[in-house]
C-alpha cells in the first residue's frame, strides 16, 4: 500500500526511530509526550489574557506591601504600649513620653525607612523581580536635569496653590479638617532633625517605593498608566484628606519626570526642595507675622511657577516633556485601571486609608 501513498511513506521513513513530529496549533503547547492546552476565557485574546494576569499579580504584590506598611504603625504602637506597662508605665504615660518633638521625628526616621523598604522589597522579591529592574538609579540626561527638576517643583507650588484653594473653599461652607501632625522640635537640632525626617528620608524612601518600586513594576504596562496608579496610591498612603489631594498631584509630576529621565534620582530632589519648604517656613522666627509669612509664602510659590514656565520654555525637548511612550498593550486603559483596582488586597487598602481619614473630621 505504501507505493500509492509516497507522501505518507516518506514520513514515517523519516520518522522511524525518531519521536514523532509535533505541530503547532492556537492555544496548545507540547512536547514529545504531552500536549498542554492553555484555557483562553471568552472575550480575551492570549495577550490580553496574559496582561491581565501580569496586572493581576502586581496588585497583589503592590496591595500586600501597602498593608503591611500601614500595619508596621499598628504593631509597633502595641509593643511599645506593651514593653513600656511591663517596665512601670502607664499607657498615658508611655503616650506623653513618645510625644515629645525630638522623640516623635526620630521614630518617625526609624518607622518611616521600615516601612517603605522591608515590605516593598521582601515581597517583590518574592515574586521573583530584581529590585535593581526596578528602581531606575541611572543619572538623567544633562539636557533634562534643570528644565524637569524646575518644572517638578512649580507643579508642587501649583499643587500647593491649588489645595489651598479647595481647603478655603470648603471652609466657607464649614466644612472644617484638621490633622494634627505633633509639636515640632525647637531650636537647631531641633531643625536638623526635621531635616531629616521630613526633607531627606521621605524624598529617599518614599521615591524608592512609589515612583521605583510601584511605578516600575507597573510600566510594562504603559508609562500613563504606571503613573497614574502609582500617584493615586502615593496619595491614599497619606491617609488624611487634607494631604491626599496635594500628595496625588505631586505624584503625578514625580512620575511624569521618572519615566521621562529613566530616573528617581530628580524626582527625589523635586520631593525633597517641597518639603524643605515646609520646613523652612516652621523655623521662621516668631516675630514674623503670620499676614508677613503668608505673602513671603505667596511670593516664593510664585517665583517657583515663574521658573518651571522658563524651564519649559527655553528647553530643547519642551515639545517632548509631556509625552509618554505609546504602549504595546492590548487592553484598553480602562480594563487595566478595572484589573488592578478590584484586586481584593488594593480595595483592603483603599478601605484602610478612607476610614483612617475620616477619623479627622
Known amino acids: 500500500m505504501d507505493e500509492f501513498y509516497p507522501q505518507f511513506n516518506k514520513q514515517k521513513n523519516d520518522t522511524e526511530g525518531s519521536n514523532p513530529p509535533v505541530y503547532e496549533q492556537p492555544g496548545v503547547t507540547g512536547n514529545s509526550q504531552i500536549n498542554y492546552v492553555t484555557f483562553i476565557p471568552y472575550g480575551f485574546t492570549p495577550k490580553t489574557y496574559e496582561e491581565k494576569n501580569g496586572i493581576k499579580k502586581k496588585a497583589m504584590s503592590v496591595g500586600l506591601s501597602l498593608i503591611i506598611t500601614m500595619g508596621i504603625t499598628f504593631v509597633w504602637s502595641i509593643v511599645y504600649v ?16 513618645i510625644r515629645e518633638p525630638a522623640i516623635m521625628q526620630v521614630l518617625q526616621v526609624i518607622l518611616s525607612i521600615l516601612m517603605f523598604t522591608v515590605p516593598f522589597i521582601v515581597i517583590f522579591k518574592a515574586g521573583g523581580m530584581r529590585i535593581s529592574d ?13 528644565s524637569m527638576y524646575f518644572i517638578g517643583v512649580a507643579f ?10 479647595a481647603s478655603r473653599f470648603f471652609s466657607f461652607f464649614g466644612i472644617e479638617y484638621n490633622v494634627d501632625f505633633g509639636e515640632t522640635p525647637k531650636g537647631f537640632f531641633g531643625f536638623l532633625l526635621c531635616l531629616l525626617s521630613t526633607v531627606i528620608t521621605p524624598a529617599l524612601i518614599e521615591e524608592f517605593a512609589f515612583r521605583g518600586i510601584v511605578l ?28 491626599i489631594p496635594f500628595a496625588f498631584l505631586v505624584g503625578l509630576v514625580l512620575g511624569l519626570i521618572t519615566v521621562k529621565t529613566d530616573s528617581i534620582l530628580i524626582a527625589c530632589a523635586v520631593h525633597g526642595t517641597n518639603n524643605l519648604v515646609s520646613v523652612i517656613f ?11 509669612q503668608n505673602i513671603m509664602y505667596l511670593i516664593f510659590l510664585l517665583i517657583c511657577l515663574t521658573l518651571g514656565i522658563l524651564a519649559l520654555a527655553l528647553s530643547e525637548k519642551s515639545n517632548e516633556m509631556f509625552k ?38
Not at 511591663?86 to 513620653?97: C, H, N, Y
Not at 508642587?156 to 484653594?165: D, L, V
Not at 504596562?221 to 494631604?243: K, P, T
Request: aromatic share 14%; charged share 20%; glycine share 6%.
Open 216 to 243: 516600575g513594576s507597573l510600566k510594562k504596562y504603559g508609562e500613563g498608566f504606571a503613573v497614574l496608579v502609582s500617584s493615586i496610591l502615593f496619595g491614599l498612603m497619606h491617609g488624611n484628606f487634607e494631604q
Open 134 to 146: 526596578l528602581v531606575p538609579l541611572k543619572k538623567p540626561e544633562k539636557g533634562m536635569r534643570l
Open 82 to 97: 506593651f514593653i513600656m506597662s511591663k517596665l512601670g508605665f502607664t499607657s498615658e504615660k508611655s503616650m506623653e513620653i
Open 282 to 292: 516652621d523655623f521662621i522666627p516668631s516675630g514674623i507675622s503670620q499676614a508677613a
Open 324 to 361: 509618554l511612550k505609546k504602549d504595546s498593550c492590548e487592553s484598553k486603559l480602562k480594563e487595566r485601571f478595572k484589573w488592578f483596582f478590584t484586586s481584593p488586597v488594593i480595595i483592603i487598602f483603599i478601605v484602610i486609608c478612607i476610614f483612617e481619614s475620616l477619623a479627622y473630621f
Open 156 to 165: 508642587c507650588a501649583f499643587a500647593n496653590m491649588a489645595t489651598s484653594a
